[in-house]
C-alpha cells in the first residue's frame, strides 16, 4: 500500500469507478439470488425438490434421484446429506426442504413435534450394524469383544447422532451378555478417540487407516469400500436395527412432486434399489 | 468521514445478537460451569499460546530471512508460506494426516516408534499452526522490511553484534507489526475448527477446542452451542481489546 512516506505519485482509483465497480458486483450477486426463486415461479417445466437426508442415505438416494429425474424429466434434485440430528436442526432453524429422510425415528418424531412435517412419516428402510477396521487390521481386531482391549482407537458419532445411539444400543445388548461383561461399553468408550457428527466420517478414517475399527451401517459397506476394509458382522441379538422414515415437510415447495418422490421410495423399483445398497426393505 | 464506519454493523452486529440471544435465555450462567465449555476454554487456551509461541519462534527467522534477502525461490518460499492460508482447512488437516497419520509419509516411522500423532493435543498444536503461522510470519516479514537496514548496518559498525542489533535495533522497530501478527495468528488458531476435526478428531479434554464443542453442542441443544458461542466471542474480543489498550499503536508516524 502507497503511504505518504513512499511518495504518492499516482492518484487513488478514481470514486466513479470504485462506485461502478461495486455496483456491479451488487448485481451479479442480486442476479444469483434471484434466479433461484424466478425458476420455481415462473418457469412451469422445471421443479426443484430439496431433499434433507441422513448422510448413510447418500448412495440409494442419489441413484433414486437420478431414476426420478429420468422418469420425471421437469425435476431437478438437490440433496443434503448430513447427520439427521444436524439436518433436523438446520431445519427448525428455518432451513426449507421439500422431504426429510432420518436415519431414526427420534429426530423424526422431534421434527414433527416442532410442526415440520406435512404428512405423516412412513418407514422406508432398514438398516443393520457391522463391525468395520481398515483392511490391514493395525489394531488386531477379529472378535467384537477385541473392542474391549486397551488402547485401541475407535471412531464413533456423539450420542445424539442416529448411527452413534444405534451403536449404544448394541454396546449395551453386548454387556448383557456374559461373553462381553457388564463393563463392556464402558471399556470399549474408553478407545473413543474421536466423535464424529456422521457415520460417514467413521468410514473415512477407517478407510485411511487412522482409526483401528469403527461402527457403521452394512449399508456402508460399499462395494467401492469393500476392498479397503475388513467386515465383522453383529449378530442379530447384539444389533440395533435401524429404521429410517420419510415425510414431507411443510415448506415444501411442490408438495405434489414431494409425494411423488416419497413413492417412488416406497414402490417396488425404488425399493429395489434400497436392497441393491444393502438397506433392507420396508415393503 | 463516520459513515464509513457503517460495514462494522455487518461485522459486529451478528455476534452481538448470539451474545443479546444467549443472555435472554437465562441460563448462561449455568452453562459457564459445564465441564464441556470449562475443557474447551482451557484446552483452547493452552493450544492457542502454544502455537502463538511455535509460531513465534519458527516464524521470526524466517521472516527476517525472507525481509533482507533476495535468494534464488525467494518467490516460491514467498507464495508457500502464504498457501495454508488459502488451502481450505479440511484440506490441510488432510494434508497433515498424509504425512502424520499413521500411514503418513512421515507417520509410518514415528507410529514405529510408538509416537501415534493423529486425535491426539499435539495434533490439535500443529494443525493451528500449520493454518495460522502465516500470518505472523507475513506481518512479521512486513515489519522487518519497514525497519530501515541502513540503521542496522549502523549498529554493527559500531560494533554491535548481529544478534544485539535485532534485539535492541530491529526488533523495538518492528515490534507493532510482530505483535499484530501474533494477534492474527492467535486469533485464527482460536477460530481453527476444519483442520482440527480432521486430524486430531473431536474428543472431549484431549482436542475438543472452542470451536468443535460448539459444533458438537449444535447436535444435542442450540441453546449449549449459543452459550459457548457466547463464551467465545467475549474471550476473543476481552483479549484482542486488552491487546489494543496496552500496546500503543506506532504504525503509522504520520499520524
Given at each position: 500500500m502507497l503511504t505518504r512516506g513512499e511518495g504518492w505519485r499516482h492518484k487513488p482509483l478514481g470514486a466513479r469507478f470504485q462506485v461502478m465497480v461495486f455496483a456491479a458486483l451488487l448485481l451479479a450477486a442480486c442476479s444469483v439470488s434471484t434466479n433461484k426463486e424466478g425458476g420455481a415461479s415462473d418457469d412451469a417445466t422445471s421443479k426443484e425438490l430439496t431433499v434433507f437426508a441422513a448422510a448413510s442415505l447418500t448412495a440409494p438416494l442419489e441413484e433414486l434421484g437420478r431414476e426420478f429425474t429420468r422418469l420425471h424429466p421437469s425435476v431437478k434434485m438437490t440433496f443434503n446429506f448430513a447427520g439427521s440430528d444436524r439436518l433436523r436442526m438446520q431445519l427448525e432453524q428455518g432451513a426449507r426442504a421439500d422431504v426429510f429422510a432420518s436415519a431414526n425415528e427420534l429426530e423424526m418424531l422431534k421434527a414433527k413435534a416442532g410442526g415440520l412435517l406435512a404428512s405423516s412419516p412412513q418407514v422406508f428402510a432398514r438398516n443393520r450394524l457391522v463391525l468395520i477396521t481398515p483392511r490391514d487390521n493395525p489394531g488386531n481386531v477379529?472378535?467384537?469383544?477385541?473392542?474391549?482391549?486397551?488402547?485401541l482407537k475407535l471412531i464413533t458419532t456423539g450420542k445424539n447422532t442416529p448411527v452413534g445411539a444405534y451403536t449404544f444400543q448394541a454396546l449395551e445388548k453386548m454387556g448383557e451378555d456374559p461373553l462381553f461383561g457388564a463393563d463392556f461399553k464402558e471399556l470399549v468408550l474408553a478407545n473413543v478417540v474421536s466423535e464424529e457428527t456422521n457415520v460417514k466420517a467413521i468410514v473415512g478414517k477407517v478407510q485411511m487407516g487412522e482409526a483401528d475399527a469403527g461402527i457403521v451401517y452394512?449399508?456402508?459397506?460399499t462395494p467401492g469400500l469393500k476392498p479397503k476394509v475388513e467386515t465383522i458382522p453383529i449378530p442379530d441379538r447384539y444389533n440395533a436395527i435401524a429404521i429410517y422414515p420419510i415425510a414431507a415437510l411443510s415448506t415444501a415447495q411442490f408438495p405434489a412432486v414431494a409425494s411423488q418422490f416419497i413413492d417412488y421410495i416406497l414402490s417396488d423399483p425404488g425399493q429395489a434399489i434400497l436392497a441393491g445398497h444393502n438397506f433392507i426393505r420396508s415393503r | 468521514m463516520l459513515w464509513a464506519l457503517a460495514p462494522l454493523l455487518f461485522l459486529s452486529v451478528p455476534l452481538l445478537a448470539i451474545v443479546v440471544q444467549a443472555m435472554a435465555s437465562g441460563t448462561l450462567i449455568e452453562h459457564l460451569a459445564s465441564p464441556m465449555v470449562t475443557t474447551a476454554l482451557g484446552l483452547s487456551a493452552v493450544t492457542t499460546i502454544t502455537t502463538l509461541l511455535l509460531s513465534v519462534l519458527l516464524g521470526t527467522p524466517l521472516a527476517y530471512l525472507l525481509a533482507r534477502r533476495r535468494f534464488p525461490g525467494h518467490n516460491l518460499v514467498d507464495a508457500l508460506v502464504d498457501l495454508p492460508i488459502v488451502v481450505p482447512p479440511v484440506v490441510a488437516g488432510v494434508a497433515l494426516l498424509t504425512i502424520f497419520g499413521r500411514r503418513g509419509l512421515l507417520g509410518q516411522f514415528l507410529a514405529g516408534a510408538?509416537?501415534?500423532?493423529?486425535?491426539?493435543t499435539l495434533a490439535v498444536i500443529l494443525a493451528q499452526t500449520f493454518v495460522a503461522a502465516p500470518f505472523y510470519i507475513r506481518a512479521a516479514k512486513l515489519g522487518f522490511q519497514g525497519v530501515d537496514p541502513m540503521l542496522e548496518r549502523v549498529s554493527t559498525t559500531l560494533g554491535v553484534s548481529d544478534m544485539a542489533t535485532f534485539r535492541r535495533i530491529t526488533l523495538p522497530l518492528a515490534l507493532p507489526s510482530l505483535l499484530s501478527g501474533c494477534v492474527m495468528t492467535w486469533a485464527r488458531a482460536m477460530g481453527e475448527f476444519g483442520a482440527t476435526i480432521m486430524f486430531a478428531g473431536n474428543l472431549r479434554g484431549r482436542t475438543q477446542t472452542m470451536p468443535l464443542a460448539i459444533y458438537s453442542a449444535l447436535e444435542s441443544d442450540l441453546g449449549s452451542a449459543l452459550a459457548l458461542a457466547v463464551i467465545l466471542i467475549i474471550a476473543s474480543f476481552g483479549i484482542l481489546w486488552l491487546f489494543r489498550r496496552f500496546t500503543v499503536d506506532r504504525g503509522n508516524p504520520y499520524a
Open positions: 477379529n472378535r467384537l469383544q477385541d473392542l474391549a482391549r486397551s488402547g452394512a449399508s456402508d459397506v | 510408538g509416537l501415534e500423532v493423529a486425535f491426539t
